[in-house]
């Protein structure tokens, strides 16, 4: 009586609400692409600021650097995140395709191994059979796509929407040494750069574990160590090439 009544209490929307508010998988699409823009933005457009700024280059020539990083590095995120992601949606309708054909010609042997699938699980013999039977009468295809390949909403391959946030992230992160260049004088601009990225970077790098649920000082000293790593190489090489 009281499972029934649990059951009447918690309807499948107030439960899915739950769910996507306690776990972070969800965010994993648009935050991958989201934190690999901004981050390539920040590290490989203040390092090679850095770097040429060391080689000891007038400001327009900085400038003229920084501009073109930015409006190069968002096309390049946007192009290869398109293609990546693209790639991964081919692939899952290849996957879907072939596993309809299948369904179509041997519903029975596949009505078996979604049952393995639940007794592996856990799951009874005769209860896997029957969880297998009427989720195949409801959307085969979607039960063996989500219990067989994997895949699910949440996962599924978007690739404008990652080729658009890699994108703007770059750009987001990017602007900010653009700004920077055009706004400060020439005195210790590359110090003040690579102190105001590193800090960014460290802030990123938390905002971006909280949201993934995971330590925030782990995740800003992650960034700030590979961020810390490439200004100071780009550097060295600027001042191999000192142009004075």
Not at 67 to 84: R, T
Not at 233 to 241: A, E
């Amino acid at each position: 009586m009281e499972q029934g009544y649990d059951m009447v209490r918690f309807t499948p929307e107030m439960l899915e609400h739950h769910l996507t508010k306690e776990h972070f998988s969800h965010r994993m699409g648009w935050l991958r692409a989201a934190v690999l823009g901004a981050n390539d933005g920040i590290i490989s457009v203040v390092s090679l600021l850095v770097g040429v700024i060391a080689s000891g280059a007038d400001k327009e020539s900085i400038l003229l650097v920084a501009v073109a990083a930015l409006v190069a590095g968002a096309l390049s995120m946007a192009a290869g995140e398109y293609v990546s992601v693209s790639s991964q949606a081919d692939t899952e309708k290849a996957d879907l395709e072939k596993e309809r054909i299948m369904l179509e010609e041997n519903w029975e042997v596949e009505h078996a191994e979604l049952a393995l699938i639940y007794r592996q699980r856990g799951v009874s013999d005769a209860t896997a059979m029957q969880v297998a039977k009427e989720l195949m009468e409801h959307d085969a295809l979607g039960a063996h796509a989500k219990d067989e390949l994997g895949l699910s909403e949440i996962h599924t391959a978007r690739p404008m929407q990652a080729a658009f946030a890699s994108a703007a992230s770059f750009v987001s992160g990017a602007a900010i040494p653009v700004l920077l260049v055009v706004l400060l004088p020439m005195e210790n601009l590359g110090l003040i750069i690579a102190a105001c990225s590193l800090a960014l970077l460290a802030v990123l790098g938390a905002i971006a574990a909280k949201t993934g649920g995971a330590p925030m000082l782990k995740g800003a000293m992650r960034m700030t160590t590979w961020g810390f790593l490439a200004m100071a190489l780009t550097t060295y090489v600027g001042l191999m090439f000192d142009i004075h």
